[in-house]
């Protein structure tokens, strides 16, 4: 349902990808991992449709959500509108509920800089999760995350991907991470022509996650 | 604080009273009236309907000109800001116009639309459109990419992109803008005026140059700037504010 079919890409004279094939499932989720400054996020942005500048093909369905390493909030937006300004086809009540999934049901009229961090990245999530998309993305969703916020985040991301069965791909350096989320892990390597995948498959070891250390 | 609260109005006192000395010594009412001379006079005009009406025809070219620069001095510096290329191209321009004295540009414009109304707007909108954009394509170049990669992702469309994401980002420095923007409009209005109307505030202080008459060229002169201390205070001041107000919520 998924494929990702990047021949190259470049930024100005730099090549950052070399030839990187893979697919994602419907229900499945895959864990991207590699050494920082390899370029996921790029792979990420390029699957999204962000970023259009690659040679290759993607085949992606409609609804596509993204989390961002940031929460990407509209600071100028109440919390409910931050979720009914992107989809707009949602009810308020249904603006209500997405909320309520990840518990920030009472700040639906608080502005994002009234909220931690940690409520931050929730209704980033709600936001992602809002419209049952059919592919979700999510770029270290769980970093700079004190360990029981992250322990929640991770909690809610299970129970709303066994929900909406997308297919998801998400970048992650932590090996708990992976082996908790990830039915699969997609390790990326240095090549002279840009990154290329070294391994893909659930026999990626822990080591070599932990191998390529915090990004 | 209480000193630093009179500071200003003290100064103020002296100015009118630098004002009042300078008319005592000339004493010749032609030259320097004395302040209160004025209000009679203002009476006068204001009585006869002679004031409003000039008045009125001023703001209606202020308010033309406003609008239409910010709306295109907006747009340019938004396309500018976002898009290298054109901003290449397209700087040049904005720096020869920047340096166009704004009475080439009044001159030249009645020169070859002629005498019109629409040759005074026109030439009050192009003194003013590179201002704005200078100060818009500092806000687009200011944007934030994440929030434009979240809308491109959520397939925003592109009214609710403007409206949602690019517009708050940007009201700040609309508001700069619009602030200077009048400032500036409202000076090169009565210029424009001046030089090739037959109303307005502009035309009179003209008619009353000619004249010779100090006392009705300084009573035009401060109607006007009473009215733009109003729009200053009354509309932008409180527009600018309303811009930061999800900052301190
Ligand atoms: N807009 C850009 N212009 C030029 N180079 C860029 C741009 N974005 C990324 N790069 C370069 O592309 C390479 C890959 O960046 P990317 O952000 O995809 O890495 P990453 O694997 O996500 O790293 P990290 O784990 O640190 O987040 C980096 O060397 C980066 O410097
Ligand atoms: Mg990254």
Redesign the pocket.
């Known amino acids: 349902m998924i494929e990702v079919n990047i021949e190259s890409k470049a ?2 004279s ?1 090549p ?1 990808l070399g030839p990187i094939r893979f697919g994602v499932r419907a229900g499945e989720t895959v864990a991207l991992t ?1 050494p ?8 990420l942005r390029i699957l999204a449709g962000i970023d259009e500048q690659f040679e290759g093909t993607i085949t992606r369905p409609d609804e596509v959500a993204f989390v961002f390493q940031e929460p990407t909030l509209l600071p100028w937006r109440s919390v409910l509108k931050n979720i009914l300004v992107p989809h707009p086809r949602l009810t308020p009540q249904q603006g209500h509920e997405a909320l309520k999934s990840v518990g920030l049901e009472d700040k639906a009229e608080f502005f994002p800089n009234q909220l931690s961090l940690g409520q931050q990245r929730r209704l980033s999530l709600a936001r992602a999760f809002a419209r049952t998309p059919e592919l979700l993305i999510m770029d ?1 969703p769980f970093v700079s995350l004190d360990a029981e916020t992250a322990d929640e985040m991770m909690r809610l991301t299970e129970k709303l991907i066994v929900a909406h069965q997308p297919a998801a791909l998400f ?1 992650t ?1 932590d090996r708990r991470e992976a082996e908790r989320l990830a039915d699969r892990v997609i390790l990326l390597e240095h090549k002279p022509t840009g990154a290329e995948i070294a391994r893909d498959g659930n026999e990626v070891t822990a080591a070599e996650i932990d191998g390529v250390g915090p ?1 | 604080m209480q000193a630093a609260r009179l500071t200003p109005l003290l100064s103020l006192a002296g100015l009118l009273s630098l004002w009042v000395v300078a008319a005592v010594l000339t004493d010749d009412a032609q030259i320097l009236p004395k302040p209160w001379q004025l209000g009679p006079l203002f009476l006068q005009e204001a009585g006869s309907g002679e004031l409003w009406s000039h008045l009125l025809a001023t703001i209606i070219r202020v308010l033309w000109a406003f609008g239409l620069a910010m709306t295109l001095g907006t747009l340019l510096g938004l396309i500018m800001g976002r898009s290298p290329r054109t901003n290449a191209w397209l700087d040049p321009w904005l720096v020869v116009f920047l340096n166009l004295p704004a009475l080439v540009l009044i001159v030249l414009c009645y020169l070859w639309i002629g005498l019109t109304e629409a040759a005074a707007i026109i030439a009050v909108t192009l003194n003013k459109v590179p201002n704005v954009a200078v100060v818009i394509r500092e806000g687009a170049r200011a944007l934030d990419p994440d929030l434009d990669a979240m809308a491109q992702v959520y397939k925003m469309p592109w009214l609710s992109r403007m409206r949602h994401v690019i517009f708050p980002q940007l009201a700040p420095f609309i508001a700069a803008a619009a602030r200077s923007g009048v400032a500036v409009i409202w000076k090169i209005v009565l210029v424009v005026e001046f030089l090739g109307r037959s109303s307005g505030i502009g035309f009179q202080i003209h008619l009353y140059f000619q004249l010779f008459d100090v006392a009705m060229v300084l009573v035009y002169a401060f109607s006007f700037i009473c009215v733009m201390l109003l729009v200053e205070w009354l509309l932008l001041q409180p527009f600018e504010r309303s811009t930061r107000r999800w900052r301190t919520a």
């Open positions: 930024f100005g730099t950052v590699g920082s400054g390899i370029g996921k996020s790029t792979v270290e970048v350096h990004g």
